[in-house]
C-alpha cells in the first residue's frame, strides 16, 4: 500500500478488442500532467497486476524509448507488454537501434503513426492511428505484419472501414453502438423471470424448473460450473448442484450478465458484456472501500451491470427500471446518475478518473487503481465462461 496517496498516479484503462470482439490488450493512458514513465513504472509494479490482468497485453506508450533498460523489465515484462512508440522519434537512429534490441528482448512495438524507412530497421510490428481522423495507407499495412490498432473508433460504420482496411484491433466507442438484443425474447423473458425468483429466494425446485425450459440456457449454467475457475473434481451435471456449486448470490449475478452474452448467431462476443462486468465488479469494490455493507455492495452491483440495459435492449432506462422494480437508489442512479450509487457509476464510466472527484467520495487513487484490477480480472474471466 502506498502511504502517500497524494504521489500514487491515476491511469485510465482501455479494453482493445479483435476483430471477434474478443479483449485482447488493455491500453493505459496516465492522467493529464503525470509523469508518464513514473506513472508506467509505479503501476505496472503494483502488486498482483499481471495476475490481474491475464491473459491480457498492457499496451503502453513510450515517448522516450532510451528510458526503458534491463532493470524496468521487471514492471514491464517483454511477454505482457506491447510498446507504443511514436513514429517521429525513430528518425533518431540511436533510438532505432535501441529499439531493435528491446525486439530481440521480446518487446512487440507499434509504431503511432507510419513509420516510413526506419520502420523494419526498429523492428516495429504493426501501426496505430485515431481512425476518426484517418487509417494508415495500404503500403504501411501491407509490410508490417501487425497487429494493427484503430482506435478512437466512432461506431460500427467505421469500424467495417478499419477492418475492410486491415486492422486487427479495435477500440473506442463503437462499444456502445449497439443493435437492440435479437435472437429468443422468449429466453430474455425466462432470465428476467429466473431472476424475479431469486430475487423473493424461491426454492431451487421453482428455478429448476424454469431452466429446464431453456436448453441454450440450460448449457450456459452447467458450462460455467464445470468451467476451471471452480477446479471440480468430478463434472456437474444437474441443475440443483449446478444451484448449490454457484450460490443464489452468484446466480443471481451470473444471470444478470447473461442478459448480454445470449445474443447474436455469429461467433462474435458481445461487445457489451465485458463492459457491463466490469462497470459492475468495479462498482462494487468501490462501494466496500466506501464501507458499504454487504447488501449496499450487491446494489452498487447491479447499477453497474444494468446501467448498459438500454443500450443493449433499445429501450428507455426509466421503462426498463419499471419493469424491474428495483430499489429507489438504484433507480435514481440509473436514470439520473444521482445519489451514492450514481455518483460511483459516473466515477468508472470516466476515462481517467479525477483525483478531486475521488476524494470528495471518500475514495484514494490507490484504492481506484484496485477497483480496475478487480473489475477487469472478473470482467476478463466472465468472457472466458459466458
Not at 228 to 247: E, K, T, Y
Request: aromatic share 6%; charged share 15%; net charge negative.
Amino acid at each position: 500500500m502506498c502511504a502517500d496517496q497524494s504521489s500514487f498516479p491515476l491511469a485510465g484503462l482501455e479494453a482493445v478488442a479483435n476483430a471477434q470482439h474478443q479483449w485482447v490488450a488493455l491500453a493505459m493512458t496516465p492522467a493529464s500532467g503525470a509523469g508518464s514513465w513514473q506513472t508506467l513504472l509505479t503501476l505496472l509494479s503494483y502488486p498482483d497486476v499481471g495476475a490481474a490482468l491475464a491473459p491480457l497485453d498492457t499496451i503502453v506508450t513510450l515517448d522516450e524509448p532510451l528510458r526503458l533498460q534491463d532493470e524496468h523489465m521487471a514492471a514491464l515484462p517483454a511477454g505482457r507488454v506491447v510498446l507504443r512508440i511514436p513514429s517521429a522519434v525513430l528518425a533518431d537512429a540511436a533510438v532505432r537501434k535501441h529499439c531493435a534490441k528491446l525486439v530481440e528482448q521480446g518487446y512487440r512495438i507499434i509504431s503511432d503513426g507510419e513509420p516510413g524507412v526506419h520502420g523494419t530497421e526498429a523492428g516495429v510490428r504493426g501501426v496505430t492511428s485515431d481512425s476518426a481522423v484517418a487509417l494508415p495507407s495500404a503500403l504501411a499495412l501491407m509490410s508490417l505484419p501487425g497487429p494493427h490498432w484503430a482506435r478512437n473508433v466512432p461506431g460500427a460504420a467505421r469500424l467495417a472501414v478499419c477492418r475492410a482496411a486491415g486492422m486487427h484491433w479495435f477500440s473506442g466507442p463503437y462499444e456502445r453502438e449497439t443493435s437492440p438484443q435479437t435472437g429468443d425474447g422468449t429466453s430474455r423473458k425466462r432470465l428476467l423471470a429466473l431472476l424475479g425468483l431469486l430475487a423473493r429466494d424461491a426454492d431451487s425446485p421453482e428455478l429448476e424448473t424454469i431452466l429446464k425450459q431453456d436448453p441454450a440456457l440450460s448449457y450456459h449454467l452447467l458450462k460455467l460450473v464445470n468451467s476451471a475457475a471452480f477446479a471440480l473434481s468430478a463434472p456437474v451435471h444437474n441443475f440443483g448442484q449446478a444451484i448449490n456449486m454457484l450460490g443464489r448470490r452468484q446466480l443471481q449475478r451470473w444471470l444478470q450478465l447473461l442478459l448480454y452474452a445470449r445474443q447474436q448467431d455469429d461467433s462474435t462476443a458481445h461487445l457489451l458484456l465485458p463492459l457491463a462486468a466490469l462497470r459492475a465488479a468495479q462498482m462494487e469494490v468501490l462501494c466496500r472501500q466506501q464501507g458499504g455493507d454487504r447488501d449496499r455492495q450487491d446494489m452498487a452491483f447491479v447499477v453497474g451491470v444494468f446501467a448498459l440495459l438500454d443500450v443493449l435492449l433499445g429501450m428507455p432506462m426509466p421503462e426498463i427500471v419499471g419493469a424491474l422494480h428495483l430499489d429507489a437508489d438504484v433507480a435514481a442512479a440509473l436514470v439520473d446518475r444521482a445519489g451514492p450509487f450514481g455518483q460511483l457509476l459516473a466515477l468508472v464510466e470516466q476515462p481517467i478518473p479525477d483525483a478531486a472527484r475521488l476524494a470528495a467520495l471518500g475514495l484514494t487513487p490507490e484504492g481506484f487503481w484496485q477497483s480496475q484490477l478487480q473489475g477487469y480480472h472478473w470482467a476478463i474471466q466472465v468472457s472466458r465462461n459466458l
